[in-house]
Nanobody, 124 residues
């Protein structure tokens, strides 16, 4: 089992930055691919970014490329999502997820463990 706890969400203005954190505990965090997803009211869950277990590969959805950065600190069992130049359309609940195995994936069905989510609200 892997337990995930997100933090760092909040209410910001367009153009501001936020850094989300996801603290992991439990078995073998080191070898999991980690992902961030988001879900806005009335919309499907959307892939945001993922990072391989050793940090050598990251992928992003097109809408956040150049603005968001995913990273991980294996020693601290933590994955981060640095969000810059935030836009109102980034408003959503952001979820951290862990995938068994080392390949990146855009599909939420590939991720076995989920955090409770943290709200990000961007005002215009």
């Amino acid at each position: 089992q892997v337990q995930l706890v997100e933090s760092g969400g909040g209410l910001v203005q367009a153009g501001d930055s936020l850094r989300l954190s996801c603290a992991a505990s439990g078995r073998t965090f080191t070898y999991h691919t980690m992902g961030w997803f988001r879900q806005a009211p009335g919309k499907d869950r959307e892939f945001v970014a993922s990072i391989r277990w050793n940090g050598d590969s990251t992928v992003y959805t097109d809408s956040v490329k150049g603005r968001f950065t995913i990273s991980r600190d294996t020693a601290k069992n933590t994955v981060y999502l640095q969000m810059n130049s935030l836009k109102p359309e980034d408003t959503a609940v952001y979820y951290c997820a862990a995938k068994i195995g080392g390949t990146n994936s855009y599909s939420w069905t590939d991720y076995s463990y989920w955090g409770q989510g943290t709200q990000v609200t961007v005002s215009s």
